[in-house]
C-alpha cells in the first residue's frame, strides 16, 4: 500500500489521487484481489489511510473471517469475472495478492480489462514472482519499478521488502529463527517434532516431496 500510494502520485506517472481524501473530496478506490495475510495486510493500511478498500476472494470462510475484522469498513466480494471486472475497471489502485504455493496464480485482471482501467491507475501484483494475477505486469527491480502500459502503472517489483530491509531483516528474523534454533539443537528429529517445520521439507532422500514442487519438477521426482 506504501507503494501504491507513491505511485499514484502524478510526478511518478499516476492519476494524482490522495488515497485517503480530504474533506469534500472522495477517497481513491482500492481493490485487493485475495483476502489472505497479504490482502489482508494491505486492507488494514489501506482504511487507516482512509481509502475506499474492496476484497476479492473465493473462500466463504474467509469472506466470513474479514467480516469479523473489518466490519463495514471494507466490502467484500466473491470472485467471479464479472465481480473482478465490476471492481477493476473503477478503481485507482489494484493489488494482487493470489498466492498458489508451488504454483503460478490465476490469471484474473486480463489485458482487455486492464484497458478499461482509467489512465494513472496503479497495479502492484505481490505475487509477481510466480507469474502473478495480472495478464499484462511483468517483474521489475527496484531500480525501475514501474512502467506504463494500456496508460496504467504497473509495479512488479518481486522483492518488495527489499525496498525496506531493516524492518524486513528484523521480520524475518524473528518468523524463522524458532525453526533454526530447533533444527540446530535436533536435527532432523526437528521435522518430526514440529509439523509446521516439516510442511517445509522439499528433498528427502534424494527425491522430492514436496506435492506442490514435484508437480512443477515432475521429471525430478522420479
Known sequence: MQFGARFLERQQGGRGVLLGGVPGVSPGKVVILGGGIVGTEAAK???????????????????????????????????????????????????????????????LVPKSLVEQMRSGSV????????GGCVETLRPTSHTNPTYVELGVVHYGVPNMPGAVPWTATQALNNSTLPYVVQLANYGSKALEMNPALAKGLNVKDHVLVHPAVREVFPDLSK
Open 123 to 130: 497495479i502492484i501484483d505481490v505475487a509477481v514472482d510466480q
Open 45 to 107: 493500511i489501506a482504511v487507516g489511510l482512509g481509502a475506499k478498500v474492496q476484497i476479492v476472494d473465493i473462500n466463504l470462510e474467509r469472506l466470513a473471517y474479514l467480516e469479523t475484522l473489518f466490519g463495514s469498513r471494507v466490502e467484500l466480494l466473491y470472485s467471479s469475472s464479472s465481480a473482478i471486472e465490476a471492481a477493476v475497471a473503477d478503481c485507482d489502485l489494484v493489488v494482487g495478492a493470489v498466492l498458489v504455493p508451488g504454483r503460478r496464480s490465476p490469471v
